[in-house]
Nanobody, 117 residues
Framework: QVHIVESGGGLVQPGGSLKLSCSAS????????MSWYRQAPGKERELVAT???????TYADSMKGRSAVSRVNAKNTVYLQMNSLKPEDTAVYYC???????????WGQGTQVTVSS
């Protein structure tokens, strides 16, 4: 049974930083491309960053230069370091495994990130 748990969100002031974690189990994590997504109130869920099994990374334009996705396969965990946070980064952040046309697994609970003074 696949289990994905996101954590590390919280309230942060503009310009601040957060590091999100995503712990996964129930599949061969080390062989799986993983992505971070976010969904802001009233908006559709969007892709934020992706990391391949080999560690290659890509980012949405909105997060380029301000974030870093990483993974530790021995811990079945993927991370998202976010810096210079803006109010528009406020959203619930999720991780999942991307596939053509969607994602591989059911969505977890996500972790709330709120950027506000």
């Amino acid at each position: 049974q696949v289990h994905i748990v996101e954590s590390g969100g919280g309230l942060v002031q503009p310009g601040g930083s957060l590091k999100l974690s995503c712990s996964a189990s129930g599949f061969t994590f080390s062989d799986t491309v993983m992505s971070w997504y976010r969904q802001a109130p009233g908006k559709e869920r969007e892709l934020v960053a992706t990391i391949t099994s080999g560690g290659g990374t890509t980012y949405a334009d909105s997060m380029k230069g301000r974030s870093a996705v990483s993974r530790v396969n021995a811990k079945n965990t993927v991370y998202l370091q976010m810096n210079s946070l803006k109010p528009e980064d406020t959203a619930v952040y999720y991780c999942n495994a991307p596939i053509v046309g969607g994602v591989m697994f059911s969505w977890g609970q996500g972790t709330q990130v709120t950027v506000s003074s």
